[in-house]
């Protein structure tokens, strides 16, 4: 089973507006929690990742929002653009390397 | 550095045929891992090394599957028989040493396709 639950599956976003994308964990043990943007035919890259010891992180237009108490995490998009569309995947592990990803969720942004 | 270098990046055979797919790490990375994607399962870890050692390879599928790394810069991913399910893209992907923050790096995936 997926340890780690991701939504929505996709979502459409106008270009300036902000794409919200929602994880959800059980497992306590979890201390790493990355977020990877993938584009077609490419493989998946670490786009902004969080440890459990902040509630914010922001680099540039993207935002981490980490709840360790309802054991969520989200990632903000601000002023979406064009150039971020794409399938963007949470994942969560311990100790860095045994990553357990999400489903995904594929945004587009509209121009 | 060139990244991660996958190979095939497409390929296509006949069921029950033998596939071998192959990684190139990062120069300087002693973990890699090789994961697998499809549409109903997502991403999953198959297996992972460290140092050219299997450490957890709990998510290799079945028998069919094997992996090695028989030194610092080349890994194989066989799949022997090849069967239709088996069609996904194939990961390979590296990281430094365990110390925080070390990012892991993908290649850009082997598609392969069983028919």
């Known amino acids: 089973q997926q340890q780690v639950k991701q939504s929505p599956q996709s979502l459409i976003v106008q270009k300036g507006g902000i794409s919200i994308i929602n994880c959800a964990y059980e497992?306590?043990?979890?201390?790493?929690f990355p977020w990877y943007q993938q584009f077609p035919g490419k493989g998946p890259a670490l786009l902004i990742a969080?440890?459990?010891?902040?509630s914010e992180k922001k680099e540039g237009r993207f935002t981490i929002s980490f709840n360790k108490s309802a054991k969520q995490f989200s990632l903000h998009i601000m002023d979406s653009q064009p150039g971020d569309s794409a399938t963007y995947f949470c994942?969560?592990?311990?100790?860095?390397?045994?990553?357990?990803f999400g489903a995904g969720t594929t945004v587009t942004v509209r121009a | 550095d060139a990244g991660v270098i996958q190979s095939p990046r497409h390929e296509v055979t006949e069921m029950g045929q033998e596939v071998t797919l192959r990684c190139k790490p990062i120069?300087?990375?002693?973990?890699l891992f090789w994961y697998r994607q499809t549409m109903m399962r997502g991403l999953e870890l198959l297996i992972y090394?460290?140092?050219?050692?299997?450490?957890?390879d709990s998510g290799m599928p079945e028998d069919r599957f094997s992996a090695k790394m028989p030194n610092a810069s080349f890994s194989t991913l066989k799949i022997q028989p090849s069967e239709p399910r088996d069609s996904a893209v194939y990961f390979c992907?590296?990281?430094?040493?365990?110390?925080?923050?070390?990012?892991?790096?993908f290649g850009e995936g082997s598609w392969l396709t069983v028919v």
């Open positions: 969080i440890r459990p010891d902040v």
């Open positions: 497992n306590t043990a979890f201390d790493y």
């Open positions: 992907a590296s990281r430094t040493g365990f110390n925080s923050g070390n990012t892991i790096y």
């Open positions: 090394f460290n140092n050219n050692v299997p450490i957890d």
């Open positions: 994942a969560a592990s311990i100790h860095d390397y045994k990553l357990s």
């Open positions: 120069s300087g990375h002693d973990y």
